[in-house]
């Protein structure tokens, strides 16, 4: 027996174009095209290819897209102006300011200043707060985007055990939240977790969200169990040529695919979720913005 692959980047495809359907459905019935705004301060390399890749996907949905690229020198007043702007903007249904931000900018700060209306990444007080009791509202990217995985290829969430490495505000903790109210028994572990190959043992999905490359062995998982891998790292890759690199995830995949019944592939798994996700959240804060329900099948 190995573990079924569950393939994240075909269900985001697919669900890229459920969204596109329904940014369709917007613009037809009620003249609104939803509109995200993409943020990058100075030039990480990695967060460029992310805002490029955002910004493209925005525009091949349907959906109206912007993008401001400010110099790394950029002030921390300057940056807010910019955000209290797009807050005002009737064609901008969603804000997303890249991190890492340079040093003289406070990213708390920055993330307090977006109106929790367009706040698609789910980083304001106010939209953490409606994921803990339920509101409607964005929710967190990738959580989402691994929450719909395991209802598609699992099936029936409740009453299963779920345990979550990782306590991040990214990951780890609106995961949790999601599960929870998926009726899970939600184990969260971390740094100074005790035993931690014994309690991910005991769970039946395992989301692992660490950062930590290769961490989650097959001897840590039960037979059968769901395993998201969250991760994304590179390690040395002798094998393609001196000073190579590979990715890999937060799980051992060659040791856990004999053993789970689910797995997400690194890449290919949650990762193509991510923005798939971010699309979806701009659709559901431009329908709540403009007093309609969002999507059933875009939210939680
Ligand atoms: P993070 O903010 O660094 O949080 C990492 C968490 O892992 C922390 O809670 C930390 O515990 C815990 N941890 C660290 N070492 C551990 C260990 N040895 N045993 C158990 N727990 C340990 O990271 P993040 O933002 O959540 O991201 C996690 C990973 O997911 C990274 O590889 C990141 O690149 C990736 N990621 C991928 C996507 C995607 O689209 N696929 C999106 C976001 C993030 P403490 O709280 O005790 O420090």
């Excluded at 994240?8 to 369709?24: D, F, M, S």
């Excluded at 990213?107 to 200043?113: E, W």
């Excluded at 998201?228 to 890759?237: E, K, L, M, S, T």
Aim: one cysteine or more; charged letters at 20%.
């Amino acid at each position: 027996m190995t573990a079924q692959i569950i393939d994240g980047k075909g269900y985001a495809a697919g669900l890229r174009e459920r969204i596109a359907g329904h940014v369709a459905r917007l613009k037809a019935e009620h003249g609104i095209t939803p509109g995200l705004a993409v943020v990058i301060v100075g030039h990480d390399p990695a967060s460029e290819v992310y805002v490029s890749g955002k910004a493209k996907q925005t525009l091949e949905v349907g959906m109206h897209s912007e993008k401001y690229e400010l110099g790394e020198d950029t002030s921390e007043a300057e940056l807010l102006a910019l955000i209290e702007r797009l807050n005002f903007d009737p064609a901008i249904h969603g804000i997303l300011v890249q991190l890492p931000l340079p040093r003289q900018i406070d990213p708390t700060k920055v993330i307090l200043a977006i109106s929790p209306n367009k706040d698609v990444d789910c980083f304001t007080p106010a939209s953490v707060g409606k994921l803990q009791i339920g509101l409607p509202g964005p929710v967190s990217c990738t959580p989402l985007g691994c929450l719909m995985l395991l209802r598609d290829f699992v099936g029936n969430l409740s009453g299963k055990h779920a345990v979550i490495v990782g306590r991040s505000n990214l990951v780890g903790r609106p995961m949790a939240q999601l599960l929870l109210r998926e009726n899970c028994t939600v184990t969260i572990a971390h740094s100074r977790t005790a035993d931690l190959p014994n309690i991910v043992r005991q769970a039946d999905i395992v989301v692992a969200a660490v950062g930590r490359p290769l961490l989650v062995k097959g001897s840590w998982i039960k037979q059968g169990a769901a395993v998201i891998d969250v991760g994304i790292n590179r390690i040395p890759a002798p094998e393609k040529g001196e000073g190579k690199t590979r990715m890999v995830g937060d799980v051992d995949y060659a040791s856990v695919l004999p053993i789970a019944g689910w797995i997400t592939p690194v890449p290919g798994g949650v990762g193509p979720m991510t923005i798939a996700c971010l699309l979806a959240n701009t659709v559901t804060t431009a329908s709540l913005i403009n007093g309609l329900a969002p999507p059933k099948d875009l939210t939680p």
